[in-house]
């Protein structure tokens, strides 16, 4: 039994990253289609799908890399944990990396970026950290 699916995700992606493999697979919800939705629209990862394999839906990421190979994930970390939450107002998001980074909200209008949560004057629970 998986007890942090979300951390199995992150762990996925970095193993995948680190031996440039072009797609990594994953079994899918609701909230890694988010985390997904989000690495797309942040320009993280090229594209992603949902597959039927055997009986399970399997969520893939198409990963992205650079022209000369560089890799466009460098650092993805868990933060809110299932031991210790971790929540925050929208003024108290700061930018990652002085905006070269992203943190992933979960909220209670979807997963979102901590750019959008601060336009949007929302806060939530911190997933993850990806720059």
């Keep these: 039994m998986m007890t942090d699916p979300i ?3 992150l762990t996925r992606i970095r193993n995948a990253v680190r031996v ?3 797609n990594v697979e994953m079994p899918l919800s609701k909230v890694k289609r988010g985390l997904a939705e989000v690495l797309k629209r942040e320009g993280y990862i090229w594209d992603f799908t949902e597959v039927e394999v055997e009986k399970f839906p399997q969520l893939r990421l198409e990963l992205k890399y650079g022209p000369n190979g560089e890799r466009v994930i460098r650092h993805i ?3 809110s944990k299932p031991g210790r939450r971790i929540y925050n107002r929208a003024t108290e ?3 990652i990396l002085n ?3 992203i943190s992933i909200i979960s909220t209670s209008r ?3 970026s ?3 949560a601060r ?3 929302l806060g939530g629970e911190v997933l993850c950290e990806v720059w």
């Design 7 to 9: 951390a199995d995700m």
């Design 20 to 22: 440039e493999r072009p």
């Design 77 to 79: 970390r868990r933060i």
């Design 93 to 95: 998001l700061r930018p």
């Design 99 to 101: 905006g070269l980074g």
């Design 110 to 112: 979807g997963v979102i």
């Design 114 to 116: 901590d750019r959008e």
């Design 119 to 121: 336009q949007r004057n």
